[in-house]
């Protein structure tokens, strides 16, 4: 059983167009988060959710949103997709905030 | 002062060898810290929490230092699939965790 699950795993497509990355824990957990990795391997905090608070990143451009159906889900959507987006992507979920995480197996992003 | 800052790598050691990270904070109302181990094209995993007393699980311990704000983490016996990079967690005061950039460990036979 996989705790944290993402889709898709890869992700190819071209500047311009917008795309979502699915993220679904089935930990209980009320926290999520979407990370980004860079080429330089850096793993940044993009976003924050629970039921009750979104804390965004403040670097993280508005093309960037996370949209959740329900607290087992996290998605995120890119609009208008650049270059600089290339990345993996990682998902997790924590049992609450300050509390260790779990991570999804990533979404490596390629923006050609 | 970077959030969090971990001594660069890579570390190379042979096998049997014990290693050491070591990591400094910044943020003093830091309440969580952790070491997360990251494969190669793998997502990091939690590989123990650090306690203000230090904690061991078998081969690891994980240390604390408040008041110098400095986080340990010693690896004995190094084995093969030791190798990854190892991430320095901290949390931030805002609701996150902080990672490090980590510091890669190669143990070769």
């Known amino acids: 059983d996989t705790a944290v699950s993402q889709t898709p795993k890869y992700l190819v497509t071209q500047m311009g167009n917008d795309k979502s990355i699915k993220c679904e824990q089935n930990?209980?957990?009320?926290?999520m988060y979407w990370y980004k990795q860079d080429s330089k391997k850096f793993l940044k905090i993009m976003f924050s959710?629970?039921?009750?608070?979104?804390?965004i990143n403040e670097t993280v451009p508005n093309r960037f949103s996370p949209k959740s159906p329900d607290k087992a889900h996290l998605n995120l959507h890119i609009n208008s997709l650049e270059l600089g987006d290339s990345a993996v992507y990682f998902c997790?979920?924590?049992?609450?905030?300050?509390?260790?995480?779990?991570f999804g197996p990533g979404t490596r992003l390629t923006v050609t | 002062r970077k959030e969090v800052e971990q001594d660069p790598g890579p570390f190379n050691v042979p096998e049997g060898a014990t290693v050491a990270f070591n990591c400094t904070y910044s943020?003093?109302?830091?309440?969580?810290f952790f070491w997360y181990r990251q494969d190669c094209r793998k997502e990091p995993k939690l590989l123990m929490s650090?306690?203000?007393s230090g904690n061991e699980d078998g081969r690891f311990t994980a240390q604390l230092n408040r008041a110098s704000q400095y986080i340990s983490l010693l690896i004995r016996d190094s084995k093969l699939s030791d190798s990854a990079t190892y991430l320095c967690?901290?949390?931030?005061?805002?609701?996150?965790?902080?990672f490090g950039k980590g510091t890669m460990l190669l143990v070769s036979p």
């Open positions: 959710y629970n039921n009750k608070e979104l804390i």
């Open positions: 997790a979920s924590s049992q609450a905030n300050y509390y260790e995480q779990y």
């Open positions: 967690v901290v949390n931030s005061g805002y609701s996150t965790l902080t």
């Open positions: 943020n003093s109302a830091s309440q969580s």
């Open positions: 930990l209980g957990h009320d926290t």
């Open positions: 650090v306690y203000s």
